[in-house]
C-alpha cells in the first residue's frame, strides 16, 4: 500500500529503501514483495560477496553484457585460482586455457535462468575440486552451496541470469536492507521496520549502557538514509506461532522509545496515520 502511494506520487522504485531488522526479516520482505509482483533489490545476501563470487558475477556480466567486461581479466583471475591451488589444469598452455574458459562462458550464455548457469559453469570448470582444501578461500564451498540455495529455491528462484550479472545494482527495484547493512546508502524515501518496543532497541540492551548507545547510532544511520522522507513503521498486535502448544498467539505491542523520540521531534497531525488512513 505505502510502495503504491509512493509511485503513485512519482517516486521510483529506485529510490525507495526499506530496512529491516534481520537477515530473516529481509527474506520474509522478499517473499512478501514477490507476492505483490514488486520488483526487489537485496543489499545484502546470505551469501558472502567473495573474490571468487565477485567473479562469478562479472563471469554471468561477459555473458549478457560482453562489452563490458574484460575476457582477459576474467580469465587471469581463473587462471590465479587454478596456481593458487595447485590444479592440474596449471599445466596448460594459457592459449588452452582460454580456449577453454570462453567456449564455457560461451555456451554458458545460452543458459539464462541463474541456477542452470552456475551449475553449468561450476561443473565445466570444476570450481569444487579446485577449491577443495583451500587455504586461501577455506569456506568458499560453503558460500558457493548458499548463492546455490538463493538460486534454487528462494530470492534467485527462476531469475534471469542478468539479475545475476547486476547483483549489486538495483534496476527499478526497490531495495531491501538490514539495519546494519544500509551505511552508504541514499534513498529518497525509507521505510524502517520494526519500530516497536523490545524490537529495536533490543529488549536485553534496554539496560546495558554501550549497546543501547550502539542501537542508538544505528537507528541514526537508518533515518538518515533518507534524502527526504521516513517511514516509521511499528505493529500495534504480533502474531506468533507456539510449537510448543500448537497455536498462534497475538501480542499486543507498543511504539519504540525511537518512535516516540522521533515523533515528538517532527511528528505532525499531517504525517501520522494509522494502517486505515494512509
Not at 529506485?14 to 512478501?32: L, P, T
Not at 549478457?64 to 592440474?88: A, C, G, M, N
Amino acid at each position: 500500500k505505502i510502495i503504491s502511494k509512493l509511485t503513485e506520487k512519482g517516486v521510483s522504485l529506485n529510490e525507495i529503501g526499506i530496512i529491516v531488522g534481520s537477515n530473516h526479516n529481509a527474506a520474509e520482505m522478499a517473499q512478501s514483495l514477490e507476492a505483490n509482483q514488486i520488483p526487489f533489490f537485496i543489499a545484502k545476501w546470505d551469501f558472502e560477496n567473495s573474490d571468487v563470487l565477485i567473479w562469478l558475477q562479472k563471469c554471468a556480466r561477459w555473458c549478457v553484457e560482453r562489452e563490458q567486461i574484460s575476457f582477459q581479466e576474467l580469465f587471469l583471475f581463473w587462471k590465479k585460482l587454478l596456481y593458487t591451488h595447485e590444479d592440474d589444469m596449471r599445466f596448460l598452455q594459457d592459449i588452452e586455457l582460454k580456449v577453454k574458459l570462453h567456449k564455457v562462458l560461451t555456451k554458458s550464455a545460452t543458459k539464462t535462468i541463474v541456477f542452470d548457469w552456475c551449475i553449468f559453469l561450476i561443473d565445466q570448470l570444476n570450481i569444487r575440486q579446485t577449491l577443495v582444501d583451500s587455504e586461501l578461500y577455506p569456506d568458499e564451498i560453503k558460500n558457493i552451496d548458499i548463492l546455490l540455495d538463493e538460486a534454487r529455491l528462494r530470492n534467485l528462484k527462476d531469475a534471469k541470469l542478468s539479475r545475476f550479472a547486476n547483483l549489486r545494482t538495483p534496476n527499478n527495484e526497490v531495495t531491501i536492507s538490514t539495519r546494519h547493512s544500509c551505511k552508504g546508502l541514499e534513498f529518497e524515501v525509507v521505510i524502517m521496520l520494526g519500530m516497536e518496543d523490545g524490537k529495536f532497541p533490543y529488549y536485553l540492551h534496554k539496560d546495558d549502557e554501550i549497546a543501547l548507545a550502539e542501537d542508538s547510532r544505528l537507528c541514526y544511520v537508518c533515518v538518515s538514509r533518507a534524502k527526504k522522507t521516513c517511514i516509521l513503521l511499528y505493529s500495534s498486535i504480533y502474531t506468533v506461532y507456539s510449537h510448543k502448544y500448537n497455536k498462534y498467539y497475538r501480542i499486543d505491542q507498543s511504539p519504540s522509545p525511537f518512535w516516540f523520540i522521533l515523533h515528538e521531534k517532527f511528528g505532525t497531525d499531517d504525517n501520522t496515520f494509522s494502517q486505515d488512513t494512509f
